[in-house]
């Protein structure tokens, strides 16, 4: 690779990521809103609003690192591989779509918090589980990856597929954290029962354990994708 493309390059990129990803983890945390909680309240109802934005906006220089300048394949999907890759990606993409339905988009977005000027630090949406999240904890992330890994790969992209998957991997723990911290026990039997990233037909939740378990309790937010 390093003969083959620029390994200033690369190094560059992998950078641009890592800070990506420091500042997003950072942002997203409780103990960001916590802190602004205490220090500027007045601020939360437009928190989410802003996070977006800047998670948007700060995607841009990673992104023009990674696609300005092409180099060698290091693989191409061709034939019947391509027809699948791209149909895999293709039901990712629609998976997507279909858990959006048991999401309240203007919370996502923080729309609902800046209309209803909501100061609070935690979310507010009450538990639910996708039937995404009766196989998966994570859906969203194992989408992604999905969608990342059925791209043809030259160096830049590689290291960014790289780096992509290493973050929602340590991102998913992260988050288990603080969906524990908001869910408590009742997240902690979900987790028992359901795996993270990679789905396992003989491990999943069953419909019935399901209702039980949204039955068990109340909660403060949905799991995040």
């Known amino acids: 690779m390093a003969e083959s493309f620029p390994i200033q390059r690369l190094v560059l990129i992998a950078s641009a990521w890592l800070i990506y990803f420091l500042f997003h983890s950072l942002l997203a945390s409780l103990w960001a809103k916590g802190l602004v909680a205490r220090h500027r309240p007045h601020w939360l109802p437009a928190y989410r609003l802003a996070f977006n934005a800047l998670a ?45 339905r048991w999401y309240q988009g203007e919370e996502f977005l923080g729309l609902r918090q800046w209309r209803g000027r909501i100061r609070a630090v935690a979310d507010q949406e009450p538990f639910h589980l996708s039937p995404l999240h009766r196989w998966v904890r994570h859906p969203w992330y194992s989408l992604g990856l999905i969608m990342i890994w059925t791209r043809d790969m030259d160096p830049p992209l590689l290291v960014t597929a790289l780096l992509v998957t290493l973050y929602l991997v340590l991102g998913s723990w992260l988050e288990e954290a603080k969906l524990i911290a908001l869910h408590g026990d009742r997240y902690r039997r979900y987790r028992r029962l359901v795996p993270g990233l990679v789905p396992r037909p003989w491990h999943h939740l069953t419909e019935a354990l399901g209702r039980a378990l949204l039955e068990g309790g109340e909660g403060r937010g949905p799991p995040r994708p």
């Open 56 to 100: 948007l906006a700060l995607l841009i220089p990673p992104l023009w690192l990674t696609y300005g300048e092409r180099g060698p394949w290091l693989w191409q999907w061709t034939g019947p591989a391509a027809w699948l890759a791209n149909g895999l990606a293709l039901l990712a993409i629609l998976g997507v779509l279909y858990s959006l």
